[in-house]
């Protein structure tokens, strides 16, 4: 009888079935979902970053330009500053720069641009991720614009100090 119940094996499955294969694919789904989530938001908190450290570089370009005036005696020239293409005081264009346009054709640049508006006399810069960009007012594109402002006008023709000012507020990982 022995013999007999060893022939009698019902014979096995090979494979997996439908069941187990809709697990597995919906548990990878899962898993790859999570990690693309992840990348995003790190993709974009280094964005955030750049754009950052862009603006400081372009502060201390500024700076520099002013000690220089100062030192040299030609406080005077200060105000020609104001016209002056602040990104042309860095040593390295930021990456994407496009150079001077026009204020029409910026909503056509493409994300990730940094750009000098000549008609406003504005740096703006193209996010290319602003899942956690909050604009002011919300409404507003998404352009992030920087201005050369006079800290002080003396008589008309004297400026005594410049900064680089946001022009629409915004919030950024809540920084």
Do not use: H
């Not at 079935?17 to 898993?31: K, M, N, Q």
């Not at 293409?85 to 930021?94: A, E, H, M, Q, R």
């Not at 346009?101 to 000549?118: E, I, K, T």
């Not at 998404?142 to 915004?170: D, F, H, N």
């Amino acid at each position: 009888m022995n013999a007999n119940a060893r022939r009698v094996r019902p014979l096995r499955q090979a494979g997996i079935t439908l069941l187990e294969f809709s697990v597995v694919a919906a548990v990878l789904v899962t898993i790859a979902g999570s990690l693309l989530t992840a990348l995003l938001y790190y993709e974009e908190l280094a964005e955030a970053m750049v754009v950052k450290m862009t603006v400081q570089n372009i502060r201390s370009g500024l700076r520099y330009q002013i000690a220089d005036r100062l030192v040299a005696g030609r406080t005077r020239e200060m105000g020609q500053l104001l016209r002056d293409n602040p990104v042309s005081w860095l040593d390295s264009l930021p990456e994407g720069y496009v150079g001077s346009v026009r204020s029409d054709a910026v909503p056509s640049l493409p994300a990730g641009s940094w750009f000098y508006d000549v008609d406003r006399g504005e740096i703006g810069y193209v996010p290319k991720l602003s899942f956690y960009l909050a604009m002011e007012p919300p409404e507003s594109d998404k352009i992030l614009r920087w201005r050369m402002q006079a800290l002080r006008l003396s008589p008309p023709w004297e400026v005594e100090g410049l900064m680089l000012v946001t022009v629409s507020p915004y919030r950024w990982f809540s920084q």
